[in-house]
């Protein structure tokens, strides 16, 4: 099952047409029965789901056929469910992103209440400190003020000792025997003088220690002043003395005894405030709810229906709350058509409205987000009225006319380039289509007593066999293949693929004779709901959960019957 650069079987020499995904391997026709109860496909299935053609997925060969017996319980990643894979991983992205988003945010939190905590904690320090530094502070003073006084007492005391010493010719120098130090700024500050009290065991170690910073005393003036007679030095240094202890002793602050503070601690409550700080944050894992709330967002969408009136008037109903339906304020906006109950399209953030009755080879496109509106002509378009239309997903918008022709023509309106072409004539004779939609990869049309359905690849037509009791006037799809038409007999159900058929009992409402359109919606809770809307007492909602319509906007004064109605949801 090996292949070579040619993609041809090394084994067997024949082509590689076969991918086993649960080997991950490439296999030719011969190789694939090993292969029978796994999951594999043939490069043609590939290929067709590609083009989504279906009718291309009988054209296979005989060695095609095991695998598609095989291939419906196929749960790996195939071509046509590339984009679905894109929006699964983006949206496993977008769980992940939250969840990091989530994780910052609770470290922030952290960070926030432990520096609350700390912020705390400081203020409290302050606290308990502030006493204790204004004590400081006054002995810092105090002290300051005795070194004062006590450098002046060594100045008297060394004048005192010189003059005896030049009196008894003793020229001993008591200085020199000290060891020098280095006058820095650094030997003044109180905290190396506190640090030098301490260390010195009494007051001659002391001024020792600092005699030539605090206590230096010039030995060479006094003798010159000695020498020179001065009998006034002595008195002169006495003075000067006597004025310090004045300064530096006439102050209240001196008398008062600092408060002296001692710290007590309770060991047992501080390890119990951080017991119970730590019991006070706890880590839980919320995985499932932030999975939960990525979820509800993107299932939280707001949803409004763009109802046009008899009048041209477009208006804005908001439907998100089941309990709260109500018309946007905003400025009118005249769409100048009428007549459209089935050939309006929402693409993307545009609304298309095709053929009215004072435009009926015209369309109209609007802008949601700019509100701004384009009339312009369809080219290569006849006279047309009563159209219906519906969307591919893609890049183009299907367009029927019946009405006052012999067979329905399709007209195909490209949304890239503004274009239309005629794209095919069916055999479907009816005086209009009431509802148009499209169904993986197949449009589905309305007409007043039958459903048919049309292939866009190969432009068949095919006939349902779909009985549908009453008269229809209303129709709308809800996106899985259920087509909802209102008629005199009321509501119904059509599967268009199983063509299972539901009646809903007691849900039938006045109908006035014109046609209209429904709109399927389901909302954020889940919950599914059918809107009918025509104005004037005539807007109903169908619940399914109590299987009735109920009336609505009752106040509505406009007239929207024959007009359209579209879901716009964000």
Not at 492 to 516: A, D, L, P, V
């Amino acid at each position: 099952m090996n292949s070579n650069s040619n993609n041809i079987c090394g084994i067997h020499n024949k082509s590689l047409k076969f991918i086993c995904y649960d080997c991950n391997v490439l296999m030719c026709s011969v190789c694939s029965p090993k292969h029978a109860r796994h999951s594999y496909d043939h490069i043609d299935n590939i290929k067709a789901n590609i083009n989504k053609n279906k009718s291309d997925l009988n054209a296979y060969s005989d060695d095609n056929e095991l695998n598609n017996n095989n291939n419906n319980n196929n749960n790996n990643i195939r071509f046509n469910e590339i984009q679905r894979s894109i929006q699964t991983t983006f949206d496993s992205l977008k769980i992940k992103v939250v969840e990091y988003e989530q994780l910052q945010q609770t470290e922030h939190e952290i960070e926030s209440k432990f520096k609350e905590l700390h912020e705390f904690l400081v203020v409290e320090e302050h606290r308990l400190k502030k006493p204790i530094i204004e004590s400081k502070q006054q002995l810092e003073q105090q002290i300051d003020k005795q070194i004062k006084i006590m450098k002046s007492l060594n100045t008297v005391d060394n004048q005192i000792t010189r003059f005896k010493s030049n009196n008894n010719d003793d020229r001993s120098d008591s200085q020199s025997k000290t060891i020098t130090t280095a006058d820095t700024t650094d030997n003044y500050q109180i905290t190396t003088i506190i640090r030098s009290i301490s260390q010195c065991s009494d007051h001659n170690e002391f001024i020792s220690s600092n005699n030539y910073t605090l206590f230096y005393f010039d030995y060479d003036q006094l003798d010159n002043k000695v020498n020179n007679n001065d009998d006034h030095s002595l008195l002169n240094v006495l003075l000067e003395h006597n004025n310090t202890i004045k300064i530096n002793n006439n102050n209240t602050d001196d008398n008062q005894q600092p408060q002296l503070y001692q710290l007590t601690v309770n060991n047992e409550q501080i390890n119990s405030a951080k017991n119970q700080i730590q019991s006070s944050f706890q880590l839980k894992s919320n995985q499932s709810k932030i999975q939960q709330n990525v979820i509800s967002n993107k299932n939280n969408k707001q949803s409004y229906i763009f109802s046009s009136d008899s009048k041209n008037k477009l208006s804005i109903i908001n439907i998100t709350d089941r309990n709260n339906i109500h018309f946007e304020p905003q400025q009118d906006i005249y769409l100048g058509s009428s007549s459209t109950f089935s050939s309006m399209v929402k693409v993307g953030d545009f609304l298309y409205i095709f053929g009215a009755n004072s435009i009926s080879n015209g369309y109209i496109k609007y802008s949601i987000d700019n509100k701004t509106l384009v009339i312009n002509e369809m080219k290569g378009v006849g006279q047309c009225r009563f159209l219906s239309t519906c969307y591919d997903g893609k890049d183009h918008i299907y367009i029927f006319d019946c009405f006052n022709k012999p067979k329905t023509v399709i007209y195909r309106y490209s949304i890239n380039d503004s274009t239309f072409e005629r794209y095919s004539t069916t055999d479907i004779i009816a005086s209009y289509h009431l509802f148009t939609f499209f169904f993986k990869g197949q449009i589905y049309t309305l007409t007043p007593a039958t459903i048919f359905q049309f292939n866009i690849n190969n432009k068949t037509t095919v006939e349902l066999s779909v009985k549908i009791t009453g008269n229809p006037m209303a129709a709308c799809t809800d996106g899985n293949g259920n087509l909802y038409i209102q008629s005199y007999s009321g509501l119904q159900r059509i599967n268009i693929e199983t063509h299972e058929i539901k009646s809903f009992e007691k849900s039938t409402i006045e109908m006035n004779g014109y046609y209209y359109n429904l709109i399927y919606h389901q909302s954020n809770d889940g919950q599914s709901y059918i809107y009918s809307i025509r104005g004037k007492n005539q807007n109903y909602l169908f619940s399914f959960d109590n299987n009735k319509w109920e009336q609505i906007l009752q106040d509505d004064p406009s007239d929207r019957t024959n007009c359209a109605n579209i879901l716009d949801q964000k």
